[in-house]
């Protein structure tokens, strides 16, 4: 008891200090320069505390689908906001990861970077029910540069309230998520502290912003898939990492996703979009985003899916989500486009599925599969979804990454595998996102 106040008493102190010596948050924050970092895949890059060398390209992909799957349950049931369902839920942040430095000196930790979610949050030091995983966990006690976040504090009361309890004895903004039927939870403490990148932008640089809001997670109780040791919440509500660096990065992030079995690494860029050479060739499109609360994902507005010729008309919103590997749409709509994949490609689908449902998969005995590439029609133009990145090749089949939603109605996602070589920009300000055609893997860095 007396070490734990003798603790908040510290923080307070230094946080007073801090706040009375601007020098001591001196700025490394660049205007509307920006800074890129590595994002790597959670089961393709060795970078990774999650790849394993001994799985197969099989066994790789159908991970990756059983992980998809569970994602989309998750958004399903976040967007539905009917509160407990009967079944359990496993916690999926998706398949990008990213490094980034918390605290003073800083503390090297890896997180999964979502867009699909505002909330940035890690796993702290002391940890009262901890999944097991193998990254480091942050220790705020560690970190001159840390404060518990009060309860009056803008980011406190920005949050849903539905996630929040504050304790006006203690003043700690507690924060707490449950999964499903609610046996799965993760709960902690709202604190700020510095935040640094290693930018590789040319040359290596460090970028450091102090007083970021994150959570820190001291329980986590339940079925945890040991993912990640936490979240970059890339949303686009207050709380957001990016709506936090805010002028300093003109409110504008993009990141460019390498096919995840090319082993390299994707980009992601806070500030403007890198200008290189790499560009494929294909119009940029600009389209609006449309906000979806409570999650704070970016929703783009479908009015059609064609392949060659043939045409399917809608008025939809689709998800577009780091952390989903599949594309997904009502399965109302997937049976339309799964006629027109298989016209297009003169096959059906086979029976004795390599993958798991919901996966379509062609082969192998139709020789010379041509499959096509798919038109996303949305509001301001085509996005063109390239044969290579939509469809992916196992063994001697030829798989289609986009799947049916359990029912009509559920949120549509766009998901990664979609979004690939693509470099994908969103501005909060103008509330767009471009999606310009790219060679993601051919970025130096
Ligand atoms: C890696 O994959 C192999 C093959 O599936 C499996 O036997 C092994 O347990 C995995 N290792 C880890 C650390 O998960
Ligand atoms: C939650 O769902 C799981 C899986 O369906 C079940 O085993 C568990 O008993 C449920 N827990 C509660 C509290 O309903
Ligand atoms: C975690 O690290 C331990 C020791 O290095 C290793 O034996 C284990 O396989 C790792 N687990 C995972 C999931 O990578």
């Given at each position: 008891?007396?070490i ?9 102190l230094?946080?007073y ?59 399903i ?17 998706g ?31 002391p940890c ?10 942050f ?21 849903n309230?539905d996630?929040i309890?504050?304790?006006q ?10 999964y ?45 898939d ?39 690494a ?20 600009t ?10 994902s ?43 994949v ?21 082969g ?6 041509n499959p096509p ?35 009509d ?13 693509l470099?994908?920009?969103?501005d909060?300000?103008s ?15």
């Amino acid at each position: 008891m007396s070490i734990l106040l003798l603790y908040y008493f510290l923080t307070n102190l230094l946080s007073y200090t801090y706040i009375q010596h601007p020098w001591l948050i001196e700025a490394k924050t660049r205007t509307n320069d920006g800074f890129s970092i590595d994002l790597f895949h959670r089961y393709y890059s060795p970078k990774s505390p999650f790849y394993n060398s001994s799985l197969s390209p099989k066994e790789l992909f159908q991970r990756l689908v059983l992980s998809s799957n569970s994602r989309h349950r998750q958004i399903i049931w976040q967007q539905s906001n009917i509160g407990e369902v009967s079944t359990n839920l496993i916690p999926n942040e998706g398949d990008y990861l990213m490094q980034i430095s918390v605290g003073t000196p800083p503390v090297q930790l890896v997180a999964a970077a979502v867009t699909a979610s505002d909330l940035t949050w890690f796993q702290c030091i002391p940890c009262v029910l901890c999944y097991p995983h193998n990254t480091t966990n942050f220790d705020p006690q560690a970190s001159r540069t840390y404060m518990n976040l009060p309860c009056d504090a803008e980011h406190c009361t920005n949050l849903n309230t539905d996630h929040i309890n504050c304790d006006q004895n203690e003043n700690l903004c507690r924060y707490w998520y449950t999964y499903g039927n609610a046996t799965t939870i993760t709960g902690g403490v709202m604190g700020t502290d510095t935040f640094s990148f290693t930018s590789f932008d040319g040359d290596e640089e460090q970028a450091a912003f102090p007083s970021i809001t994150f959570g820190c997670g001291y329980q986590q109780a339940g079925l945890f898939d040991s993912n990640s040791a936490g979240v970059v919440g890339l949303g686009n509500g207050p709380v957001s990492l990016v709506s936090q660096l805010g002028p300093s990065i003109s409110y504008k992030f993009s990141y460019c996703l390498t096919y995840p079995s090319s082993h390299s690494a994707s980009k992601l860029r806070f500030g403007g979009m890198l200008e290189d050479t790499s560009e494929i060739g294909g119009l940029t499109l600009t389209t609006p985003f449309v906000t979806n609360d409570p999650s704070s994902s970016y929703s783009l507005v479908l009015n059609g899916i064609s392949v060659g010729q043939m045409n399917l008309n809608m008025d939809k919103e689709i998800i577009i989500d780091t952390g989903t590997t599949l594309t997904y749409i009502d399965p109302s709509i997937f049976y339309n486009l799964e006629a027109m994949v298989n016209d297009a490609i003169g096959a059906s689908p086979v029976s004795n599925n390599p993958l798991v449902e919901p996966v379509l998969c062609y082969g192998p005995d139709d020789a010379a599969l041509n499959p096509p590439d798919i038109v996303f029609q949305l509001d301001g133009g085509d996005l063109v979804l390239k044969a290579c990145n939509i469809f992916f090749v196992l063994d001697d089949y030829v798989c289609l990454s986009i799947a049916k939603s359990p029912k009509d109605g559920d949120p549509m996602v766009l998901g990664n595998m979609a979004q690939t070589n693509l470099d994908i920009e969103f501005d909060l300000l103008s509330k767009t996102v471009r999606l310009t055609p790219k060679y993601c893997s051919q970025e130096t860095s």
